[in-house]
């Protein structure tokens, strides 16, 4: 079996009264993409922040490439992207990438960014510009293009497509294609499963804090014998949780109790 680079069991979160995870295992193998489906407050930003410990869990354990998830070295490997990204508004675009590359331990290089940045169709004035002038989309792809330049073996997006007309969206995939031809590890989520079809080679469906569902997209629709994936993603909430339609080999502790 292949290295696992994100390993979850049990995890549980709760916010007071709100049971934000409750007792999710994720697996991710390396060089897998793992898109994480849900409606909006399923707990998938949740999730996120309990792997990267941003987020104190309530219980369960989490590894990533192998490490305890509380020790900084966990994340060492790793490029995240927040959800609703917003950079320091005094910044410009080009500092801001020195700056995030220079937390990576990594040099800023004009060219590199430059290329980055037409790459997801950023005007290359935008570096000097300061980042508080940035439309929505711009500043997404600011983000990406940041979050893209310090390569990583293991990307963790969390809605990377979120305020991105269709070209930029189009865009972003052909570089995580990308990504994935150097044999990196992705985990994002989405609330819009096209998406999620069309990136990833698992899915993952959440829904109030329980996985439902693990697996590649076409097996959902098969599962449900639905052509459509919002069809078959609907189907899938309405039923019960736990995973019961978990298509994916790996060993579910928390299921066979
Ligand atoms: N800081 C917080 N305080 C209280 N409740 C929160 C907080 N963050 C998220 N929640 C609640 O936890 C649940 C999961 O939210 P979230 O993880 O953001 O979902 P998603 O990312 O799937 O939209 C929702 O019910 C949300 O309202
Ligand atoms: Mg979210």
Redo the contacts with the bound molecule.
């Keep these: 079996m292949s290295e696992a680079v994100i390993r979850m069991r049990g995890v549980r979160k709760r916010?007071?009264r709100?049971e934000?995870l409750a007792g999710v295992d994720l697996e991710v193998a390396r060089g897998e993409f793992v898109g994480l489906a849900?409606?909006?407050?399923?707990?998938?930003?949740?999730?996120i922040?309990c792997l990267l410990d941003f987020l104190a869990v309530d219980a369960g354990a989490i590894e990533i490439f192998g490490v305890r998830h509380r020790e900084p070295r966990a994340r060492a490997r790793l490029a995240f992207l927040p959800?609703r990204f917003v950079p320091p508004y005094y910044l410009t675009g080009e500092d801001f990438l020195r700056y995030l590359l220079s937390l990576s331990g990594e040099t800023y290089r004009e060219r590199a960014a430059r290329e980055m940045l037409a790459a997801l169709d950023l005007e290359p004035d935008a570096l000097a510009r300061p980042v508080r002038s940035y439309s929505k989309g711009m500043t997404q792809k600011l983000g990406l293009a940041g979050t893209f330049l310090s390569r990583r073996d293991l990307y963790v997006l969390?809605?990377p497509m979120s305020g991105l007309d269709p070209k930029a969206r189009a865009l972003v995939k052909g570089q995580l294609a990308g990504l994935r031809a150097a044999g990196a590890t992705l985990l994002f989520?989405s609330?819009a499963l096209a998406d999620v079809e069309e990136v990833c080679d698992r899915m993952v469906v959440?829904h109030r804090?329980v996985r439902y569902f693990s697996g590649t997209p076409r097996s959902l629709c098969e599962h449900y014998a639905e052509r459509s994936i919002e069809q078959a993603f609907l189907h899938c909430i309405e039923g019960p949780g736990h995973d019961r339609h978990n298509d994916n080999a790996e060993p579910h502790a928390a299921d066979r109790r």
């Design positions: 916010y007071g709100t934000a849900g409606v909006n407050g399923a707990g998938k930003t949740t999730l922040k959800e969390d809605e989520t609330h959440l804090g």
